[in-house]
Structures are given as C-alpha cells and as structure tokens.
C-alpha cells in the first residue's frame, strides 16, 4: 500500500469514527455494496463518482483528488 493511500485511509476511517459510522452503513448511503468500499480503502480503486459520493457522504474533500 503506498504512503498515500495509506493517508487517504487514515483519513477516511478517522471520519467514519467521527461520525459514528460504519463500512456499511457508508456504503448504504452512498449507494454501492460494502465490497466497493472495502476495494476503495484497501486499493484505491473505484470510479470517481463513488469516491465524489464517499467525500460528500462523509462531508470532506475529496481525498483522492489530484492523486
């Protein structure tokens, strides 16, 4: 896993217990199936419109943007 991803996680999951939250329950929300969430924070991976939804779910900047 590169330091950013690593970064971008740490990010994503500090928001996650922020807000109470779980991988699912973001997941629910946003709406993909909790496979896509777990791809996005192990890998990376996902289009940029489930990453846009992630941010605006979470109610931060896009993290992936620019990366």
């Known amino acids: 896993m590169s330091k950013e991803l690593k970064i971008i996680k ?3 999951k500090t928001r ?3 807000l109470d939250m779980t991988q699912a ?3 629910k929300q946003v709406p993909v199936t ?10 990376g991976k996902g289009s ?3 990453k846009e939804k992630v941010a605006d779910v ?5 993290p992936w943007r620019n990366h």
């Open 58 to 62: 979470l109610g931060i900047e896009n």
């Open 25 to 27: 329950e973001l997941a």
């Open 34 to 43: 909790s496979s896509v969430i777990s791809e996005l924070l192990k890998y």
């Open 10 to 12: 740490a990010k994503i």
């Open 16 to 18: 996650l217990i922020e």
């Open 48 to 50: 940029e419109s489930v």
